[in-house]
């Protein structure tokens, strides 16, 4: 972790740079600068001035500053920079720079009586020296401003510097997030704003802010809404694919019936833009990625605006409840077009917890008074595909009731309904005969407990043949009724009946008589040990 908190008194440290340049006339020590690396031969000349004027600007750091400012500043440091730079102005490779800044904390140890430089002269990495780079131009570009702060042409284009750099260093800070960059970069805020943008210093022009520095939280929130909107974008793009459509065996016969029109209302919504990038940013990512589930940004974008205009998609239908049940195996149908009945792909959990999030967000954002059709997917594959057949039939009964010509065509699907009917209507279905007859339907999604739809009366109906074997009408209501004045008076009666030895009469007159003749029988012994015992007394 790389301190960044170098420059803030970099004022402090370009007075030393220039009084080394044009004032320091005292010995620099015993160090030769002539060589390196233990070698015979000479060093650059430039290796050499950056040697000489290392060890002039440590001793003047280290010596000729006071000590207040001496605890308040981080010159160490600032010279590990300063000779990185140095290093790098003249294209030193990083193996030169590594073993040319250990030399030069080594040679340099003598004078160093704080220990100041122990551990703190090193290579500085590209990005390291890039970031120090730009905090070393935003503090100088800062205290420039202060120094010419009269004069305005040169206020202008220092606080211009400053705002391209802090951008560089915003973008560059989020690119790797660099928390202690990023911090440095924060520090930094309050003495432009403070100390030039607020103390008008420039006092003959207005001089720019410095850009809203985000958090990292609001950065990534801020690139994975532009994402999303980057990727909704292609929408309308001719590769975008439409949710594909798995088989089914019985969907020819079915074309044209209620809920097949109202499903078609529901496949031919518009896929809108605005309303993918609100609500699909979470179901993108497993849309956009290699292999990703076909289709599927597609149908986030209808799912979340058939469910947003639903009454009006539906007008023709009049209950809240049916239009949502509509919507419901709509969605289940499509969910099981695009994972063709397979629960195994790899994201199968994560995309349908995006679906129930953007269920919830719409549902959440509907204005006030607005039906919401709320339901949870939780991925029961064999389950949905039941509930929707079951659904389907009763929507279709009446047309189907009133069929025509060719009505043999639906015979094999009503023995498959039939089957699904007979194993369903236990669990959906509890039916009172008294008082009056009513049936308590506990599946009202998907199921209709009233006799007529019955699906043997609708294959007799349309002449079907073989039938299947199943209970008849009155079999199957007749098992599952229940009479409710029986059923109420049960406990009581229960309550009221006697369960225990003594209820019966013959049973408490034996207890009794068997308790008496039990008391007297130990009376009477009592009675002979009493008359044994005084014969025994007299006797003696």
């Not at 930094?188 to 990292?216: A, H």
């Not at 949502?324 to 994560?350: G, P, Q, R, V």
Request: proline fraction near 2%; aromatic fraction near 14%; include cysteine.
């Amino acid at each position: 972790m790389h301190n960044y908190d170098v420059f803030k008194d970099l004022d402090v440290y370009q007075i030393a740079e220039d009084y080394i340049k044009t004032k320091f006339n005292y010995a620099y020590g015993t160090i030769k600068c002539d060589k390196f690396n233990n070698s015979d031969d000479e060093v650059e000349p430039s290796i050499k001035r950056i040697c000489v004027n290392f060890r002039k600007l440590l001793i003047t750091l280290a010596y000729n500053l006071t000590n207040v400012v001496k605890t308040n500043i981080k010159y160490h440091e600032y010279l590990n920079y300063w000779l990185n730079r140095e290093l790098r102005n003249l294209d030193k490779d990083s193996t030169f720079r590594k073993e040319y800044c250990k030399h030069m904390e080594e040679t340099n140890s003598k004078i160093d009586a704080e220990g100041a430089l122990k551990n703190k002269i090193y290579d500085l990495n590209d990005d390291e020296y890039e970031n120090m780079n730009i905090l070393h131009k935003l503090y100088d570009y800062y205290y420039k401003i202060l120094s010419k702060k009269d004069e305005k042409n040169n206020c202008s284009e220092y606080a211009k510097e400053c705002i391209n750099q802090y951008e560089l260093g915003m973008k560059k800070s989020f690119e790797t997030k660099n928390f202690e960059f990023y911090n440095a970069l924060k520090k930094f805020r309050p003495l432009y704003k403070n100390y030039i943008y607020y103390s008008n210093l420039c006092k003959k022009e207005i001089l720019l802010t410095l850009p809203i520095l985000k958090t990292f939280k609001e950065k990534s929130k801020e690139e994975f809404l532009q994402k999303t909107a980057n990727s909704c974008a292609m929408l309308n793009n001719h590769n975008e694919n439409e949710p594909p459509q798995r088989n089914q065996i019985y969907d020819s016969i079915l074309t044209g019936l209620t809920a097949q029109e109202q499903y078609k209302i529901l496949n031919n919504c518009n896929a809108e833009i605005p309303l993918c990038s609100k609500y699909c940013g979470s179901i993108i990512p497993f849309s956009d990625k290699e292999n990703g589930l076909n289709g599927l940004k597609k149908f986030c974008a209808k799912f979340a605006n058939n469910l947003i205009n639903l009454s009006d998609k539906l007008k023709n239908v009049n209950s809240a409840e049916d239009r949502c049940s509509y919507f419901t195996y709509w969605t289940y149908d499509k969910i099981l077009d695009m994972f063709d009945n397979k629960t195994n792909s790899a994201h199968f959990h994560s995309i349908l917890n995006g679906l129930n999030e953007v269920l919830y967000q719409v549902n959440n954002s509907l204005p006030e008074g607005a039906k919401s059709c709320l339901f949870y997917l939780d991925g029961n594959f064999e389950k949905w595909e039941e509930e929707k057949y079951l659904h389907d039939y009763f929507k279709n009964y009446d047309k189907i009731s009133k069929c025509v010509d060719n009505c043999d065509t639906y015979c094999e699907y009503l023995n498959y309904i039939a089957d699904l009917y007979s194993k369903n209507i236990n669990k959906c279905c509890t039916c009172f005969i008294r008082p009056t007859y009513n049936c308590i339907n506990k599946c009202p999604t998907y199921f209709k407990c009233e006799q007529t739809y019955f699906p043997n009366y609708l294959m007799s109906k349309l002449k079907c043949e073989n039938i299947k074997a199943n209970e008849t009408s009155d079999e199957v209501f007749t098992n599952r009724i229940i009479d409710l004045d029986v059923a109420r008076r049960s406990p009581l009666e229960s309550g009221n009946s006697c369960k225990h030895l003594l209820c019966d009469p013959f049973n408490a007159f034996a207890s009794i008589s068997f308790a008496f003749l039990g008391i007297f029988s130990t009376l009477f012994v009592f009675y002979k040990v009493q008359i044994i015992l005084q014969y025994f007394v007299i006797s003696c």
